[in-house]
């Protein structure tokens, strides 16, 4: 598989040089690849069906105790917005509040909101995509005194190319760790397996990232990979990475740039929908109607293109409204003292407090019409349950 990257600075144009690539052949002739589809099919037909369980599926020893206060550290990103929407019903069904601090993509940011966290004294915080190397101080923190923490789509190793979700080596890790690193990589290969099945293994991708949040780095290599594995001679990708501050702004002209480049191209990838802010108009303004739009973590615009049957063609969902919930449910049972195993689900299998949330591939024609998206549409009535609480 040949792959090209392309890097983005701010004020200047986009750059694209060779970098290493898993193959020197080039893309093939446009021929099905069956084998490789095949393969990617299997994949793909797991995972267009709603799910049927908010992942954890034990109860709690008790009801939660009434009066309970969460914070919740979160991005200004709408996708950090719908977690907290999330909590916050979660904590009103139990008697508990949340306060939001929002926090900048700057370190200092982070620590300072924090900081904030902490000095409230809450019984549990929440947060979502920080580097954990920003918030060593903190945690050790919360850990002194005591104060659950619950954390999302974080990497907690050295090199997010390589991590496969543990948090063993660190001082302070958190109670429970949701959409860890072998979650979201498997992400990345799913998505691949979309490219894949459309395009009969002809895959001629652009991949959109913003590694200023080390979680969205293993999709993207679970995304080469699985390229490299199924269709090394026919398939190719150019990677286009972003800073926090290019989102909305810089990325979508440096995609039409890439796309001129490559106009053979049939799918820009996203690691987040956040990332494909102000793209598909740009990218239509270009000429490139036919280009497929794929990605991770839709926000309501793609959902609105896959209804319209634009060329957003399938994103990836987890419900994070539900996902919210399920940081009230872990914070619950900590502060129960029930047995939490493990801070990191060992498989998509593992149906603990830090169990995956169920991925699910939108389309046309399982675009949903609510906004937030919620799966499984009884989530609260299992959660309820599951807290030993009337459901009303």
């Given at each position: 598989?040949?792959?090209?990257?392309?890097?983005?600075?701010?004020?200047?144009a986009?750059?694209?040089?060779?970098?290493?690539?898993?193959?020197?052949?080039?893309?093939?002739d446009?021929?099905?690849?069956t084998h490789?589809?095949?393969?990617?099919?299997?994949?793909?037909?797991?995972?267009?069906?709603?799910?049927?369980?908010?992942?954890?599926?034990?109860?709690?020893?008790?009801?939660?105790?009434?009066?309970?206060?969460?914070a919740?550290?979160?991005?200004?990103?709408?996708?950090?917005?719908?977690?907290?929407?999330?909590?916050?019903?979660?904590?009103?069904?139990?008697?508990?509040?949340?306060?939001?601090?929002?926090?900048q993509g700057?370190?200092?940011?982070?620590?300072?909101?924090?900081d904030?966290?902490?000095?409230?004294?809450?019984?549990?915080?929440?947060?979502?995509?920080?580097?954990?190397?920003?918030?060593?101080k903190?945690?050790?923190?919360?850990?002194?005194l005591?104060?659950?923490?619950?954390?999302?789509?974080?990497?907690?190793?050295?090199?997010?190319?390589?991590?496969?979700?543990t948090?063993?080596?660190?001082?302070?890790?958190?109670?429970?760790?949701?959409?860890?690193?072998?979650?979201?990589?498997?992400?990345?290969?799913?998505?691949?397996?979309?490219?894949?099945?459309?395009?009969?293994?002809?895959?001629?991708?652009?991949?959109?990232?913003?590694?200023?949040?080390?979680?969205?780095?293993?999709?993207?290599?679970?995304?080469?990979?699985?390229?490299?594995?199924?269709?090394?001679?026919t398939?190719?990708?150019?990677n286009?990475?972003?800073?926090?501050?290019?989102?909305g702004?810089?990325?979508?002209?440096?995609v039409?740039?890439?796309?001129q480049?490559?106009?053979?191209?049939?799918?820009?990838?996203?690691?987040?929908?956040?990332?494909?802010?102000?793209v598909l108009?740009?990218?239509?303004?270009?000429?490139?109607?036919?280009?497929?739009l794929?990605?991770?973590?839709?926000?309501a615009?793609?959902?609105?293109?896959?209804?319209?049957?634009?060329?957003?063609?399938a994103?990836?969902?987890?419900?994070?409204?539900?996902?919210?919930?399920?940081?009230v449910?872990?914070?619950?049972r900590?502060?129960?003292?029930?047995?939490?195993?493990?801070?990191?689900?060992?498989s998509?299998?593992?149906?603990?407090?830090?169990?995956?949330?169920?991925?699910?591939?939108?389309?046309?024609?399982?675009?949903?019409?609510?906004?937030?998206w919620?799966?499984p549409r009884?989530?609260?009535?299992?959660?309820?349950?599951?807290?030993n609480?009337?459901?009303?």
């Amino acid at each position: 598989m040949k792959v090209l990257c392309a890097t983005v600075v701010l004020g200047v144009a986009l750059a694209l040089t060779a970098c290493d690539s898993t193959s020197s052949s080039a893309a093939g002739d446009g021929s099905v690849n069956t084998h490789a589809v095949q393969i990617a099919q299997a994949e793909v037909d797991t995972h267009l069906a709603d799910a049927t369980n908010v992942g954890v599926t034990e109860s709690i020893s008790g009801a939660p105790r009434q009066g309970l206060r969460f914070a919740y550290v979160g991005c200004a990103l709408p996708t950090c917005a719908t977690f907290r929407d999330g909590m916050t019903a979660a904590a009103d069904a139990i008697g508990a509040t949340v306060t939001t601090l929002t926090y900048q993509g700057t370190p200092e940011s982070i620590q300072s909101a924090f900081d904030n966290a902490v000095q409230l004294h809450p019984d549990a915080i929440f947060s979502t995509g920080t580097p954990p190397s920003a918030t060593v101080k903190q945690r050790e923190e919360m850990k002194r005194l005591g104060i659950p923490f619950i954390d999302n789509s974080a990497i907690y190793e050295p090199d997010p190319k390589t991590a496969a979700g543990t948090v063993d080596n660190d001082p302070a890790p958190p109670t429970v760790l949701l959409e860890p690193a072998s979650m979201v990589r498997y992400m990345g290969q799913l998505l691949a397996d979309w490219a894949i099945t459309k395009s009969g293994g002809n895959v001629n991708s652009i991949f959109v990232n913003v590694p200023d949040f080390p979680i969205v780095v293993p999709p993207q290599v679970g995304y080469e990979d699985r390229l490299a594995e199924l269709c090394p001679d026919t398939c190719s990708n150019t990677n286009i990475n972003g800073t926090a501050n290019d989102i909305g702004t810089a990325i979508p002209s440096k995609v039409v740039s890439a796309l001129q480049q490559h106009p053979d191209t049939n799918y820009i990838v996203f690691t987040a929908g956040d990332f494909s802010l102000g793209v598909l108009p740009a990218v239509r303004a270009a000429g490139f109607t036919d280009v497929k739009l794929i990605g991770n973590s839709p926000i309501a615009d793609n959902i609105a293109g896959l209804t319209a049957g634009d060329q957003n063609e399938a994103w990836l969902g987890v419900s994070n409204q539900v996902l919210g919930w399920r940081y009230v449910d872990a914070a619950v049972r900590a502060l129960k003292g029930d047995a939490i195993p493990s801070p990191v689900a060992d498989s998509p299998d593992d149906t603990t407090a830090a169990a995956w949330p169920w991925i699910q591939i939108l389309t046309k024609d399982t675009a949903p019409t609510e906004d937030p998206w919620i799966t499984p549409r009884n989530y609260r009535e299992l959660f309820l349950t599951m807290w030993n609480l009337p459901v009303t």
